[in-house]
């Protein structure tokens, strides 16, 4: 194997958050009320119009990156149509230089706020086969909490939209408390060692080369 030089995630917080409970139920049981951005709403608009004339399965690739994963994953799911989504112009500008594929799948790229367009997908009543969120910002200090997705506000929404939910993280207790979090939502599930011979992001190949592991989760909501 290559060898890389990305860092291991390190932490103030020894173990589960102890705040974790108490944050995951009180997002359970109070409506999310940010208003929708209006870019978010013009993409989600966009992505539609596609959605509505598609007749397959759809399936999700949250903080997709620079979408290489979004296009391994049509590959994988070529009966679907794959949006990946992520928040970064920059980050998504990169695909066609560098990571586009197209011999295999259908996919397309979304730059919008998943704190709005998990929602706006949720209100339109997409039926969504699979949700991948692969590597998201972890955000490891304890006081940032509430920054990762599974102790958000929007957690309740990201649960609603179904389907069958894989998250990834080269930081374990980033998964055990996603797994936490949805067993408090009614979806009882745990974390796991995963490993894999093709890595279908860069930074899980990047993890991997530099000899981290990663944890994932499986959990059909």
């Not at 944050?23 to 993409?43: E, G, N, R, S």
């Not at 149509?81 to 197209?102: F, N, W």
């Not at 730059?111 to 339109?124: S, T």
Request: net charge neutral; hydrophobic share 40%; proline share 5%.
């Amino acid at each position: 194997m290559e060898h890389a030089n990305s860092r291991f995630v390190t932490s103030n917080q020894p173990g589960l958050h102890d705040k974790l409970e108490s944050i995951v139920q009180t997002h359970l049981t109070t409506p999310f009320l940010k208003p929708i951005a209006a870019h978010t709403q013009t993409a989600f608009d966009e992505v539609k119009a596609r959605v509505d004339n598609f007749k397959g399965p759809i399936v999700l690739d949250s903080c997709c990156g620079v979408g290489e994963s979004t296009a391994n994953l049509a590959k994988l799911h070529p009966e679907a149509l794959v949006i990946g989504i992520d928040k970064s112009k920059h980050r998504l500008a990169k695909h066609a230089v560098e990571y586009q594929q197209t011999e295999h799948g259908q996919y397309l790229l979304v730059q919008a706020d998943l704190n709005d367009f998990w929602r706006l997908v949720l209100d339109d009543k997409w039926q969504i086969s699979h949700h991948y969120l692969l590597y998201p910002n972890p955000w490891p200090k304890a006081k940032h909490v509430k920054r990762r997705w599974h102790g958000a506000a929007v957690f309740p929404y990201l649960v609603k939209l179904g389907g069958i939910l894989e998250v990834r993280s080269n930081w374990s207790t980033y998964v055990d408390e996603f797994a936490v979090a949805l067993s408090l939502a009614g979806h009882p599930t745990q974390s796991e060692a995963y490993q894999s011979d093709v890595a279908i992001t860069p930074f899980e190949r990047k993890y991997w080369a530099s000899g981290q592991s990663s944890s994932r989760l499986v959990c059909k909501l």
